[in-house]
Every structure is written in structure tokens, then in C-alpha cells.
């Protein structure tokens, strides 16, 4: 039975894990430093915002992924969205930084 004093559980923008909502972190979809608002907010759980983040610049997230499908579509990201997916929602994993940012 649902608890109205617990939180409803989200999913994750990118993996769709489902999460509690204070566990998301907000992307800016088209970064702050390209003139991106509150408006281009989506809502990823930390290891997917990480992984973003390790593998784009803002340059090229404000170029070639200012949407959630783009970025589930990004073929860098392919492998680890696969991954990610099979893991429990509490289960974390640091991100190391790719060599080669694009």
C-alpha cells in the first residue's frame, strides 16, 4: 500500500531507473554557459549526469544534445546506458573521465 509520506519514485531522464525525486540532480539540457534557463532542465540521476558530463563538453551538449532522445541516442553513450540500466537505482559507481572529450 502506498505511503503518502513517502516519496513517489521518478525515473531517471537518461537510464529511466526510477528514483526518489530528491535524488535527481537537474541537467541543463542546453548548459547555463550557452544561455540555457530553468526551461532546459531534465532531471538524471547522479551517475547518469556524471557520465554526461565526462564524456561532452558543454560546447557539444549545447550543439548536438539539447534533448533527453539525443542523448539516449548518442552512440558514446550506448554502453553505458546499457550497463547502467541493469544496475539497482542505489547503486553507484564513480565516472572516470573519458580521454577524449567530444
Not at 20 to 35: A, F, Q, V, W
Request: charged content about 25%; glycine content about 6%.
Amino acid at each position: 500500500m502506498w505511503d503518502e509520506n513517502q516519496p513517489l519514485p521518478c525515473p531517471c531522464g537518461l537510464c529511466l531507473r526510477a528514483f526518489d525525486e530528491h535524488l535527481l540532480t537537474k541537467h541543463h539540457m542546453l548548459p547555463k554557459s550557452r544561455g540555457g534557463t530553468t526551461e532546459h532542465v531534465a532531471f538524471l540521476c547522479s551517475q547518469c549526469h556524471g557520465m554526461v558530463h565526462a564524456t561532452f563538453t558543454n560546447r557539444t551538449l549545447a550543439a548536438e544534445y539539447t534533448s533527453l532522445e539525443q542523448l539516449r541516442n548518442a552512440p558514446e553513450l550506448a554502453g553505458f546506458i546499457k550497463w547502467v540500466r541493469k544496475l539497482p537505482a542505489g547503486r553507484r559507481k564513480k565516472n572516470h573521465p573519458r580521454r577524449r572529450k567530444r
